[in-house]
């Protein structure tokens, strides 16, 4: 008779292992929260047109806002960061 196939050996033996183990190799942070449905929509148009993931056009969009609003966001006085 022919043995049965095991198949790999598991690297996590519960989810919540596998979970964390996860999440110790993201270097960003989850943001949770909640967008109207004309926000949502705009946003998905955004991610379509730029060939990306709704995560990276809320990134892109922040970082863009951050190049537009430097000055407002963070004012420097004499030549140090204020704070």
Known sequence: MKEKFVGRPRLYHDDKAKVRAWRKKQ?????DGYINN???WRLTKLAKA???SLAAAVER???EADT???DILFPVADGSLVQ
């Open 27 to 31: 270097t960003g942070r989850r943001l």
């Open 38 to 40: 004309s926000a949502s």
């Open 50 to 52: 730029w060939e990306c």
């Open 61 to 63: 969009l922040v970082m």
């Open 68 to 70: 537009v609003y430097d």
